[in-house]
């Protein structure tokens, strides 16, 4: 079942189970089921954009997830899940971009904060040494990729690990 199936589920089961009980069985406690599903649509409108930017980033349609990150006027009022993964995309964005110092600072957020799975604070680590390979700081740039080599994570991250570590000690470096 997709993401989006089941985020639509997640909102449709309660208001039509609070539907059944208020206009069907006439039992006003229904109405409960109306705010668990008001409150699963505020939770989604919410998380979306943030969400939406991060799965945009990692199928490389970086214009999109700029106009996302854009669109997100406020970051300082995300939960404070969603505030790690919008600095970790702004820092996704500002390192494609050419912005190393950015990155550095976005990211530096995104591992101070409380990212969900270890593939993400891989990548996160991952990212960082790429900045420092920019920056020629080859020793922070090795110790980042230590760090995301000893934390678990799949194997796309492991064929840029590699790569990277490649660039660092290969004979161009």
Known sequence: MSYKLRQFLSILIPIAIGVYLVLVLHIPS???????????????????PVTD???????G?????????????QPDLLAPHLRVYYAFAQEWIALERGRVEEARIALSEALA???????????????????????????????????????????LVEKEITKWEERI?????
Do not use: C
Not at 62 to 67: D, I, Q, S
Not at 169 to 173: F, K, L, M, N, V
């Open 61 to 73: 349609q970086l214009e999109r997830a700029e106009n996302i990150a854009r669109s997100i006027q």
């Open 113 to 155: 904060g409380n990212l969900r799975t270890t593939n993400d604070t891989a990548m996160a680590h991952l990212f960082l040494a790429r900045v420092y390979v920019q920056q020629n700081e080859r020793q922070l740039a090795k110790a980042h990729l230590e760090q995301a080599k000893q934390i678990p994570h799949k194997d």
């Open 30 to 48: 229904g109405w409960f089921f109306f705010v668990i599903g008001g409150f699963m649509v505020y939770i989604t409108l919410r998380a979306e």
């Open 169 to 173: 000690t290969g004979p161009h470096a």
């Open 53 to 59: 930017m991060v799965r945009a980033l990692s199928l």
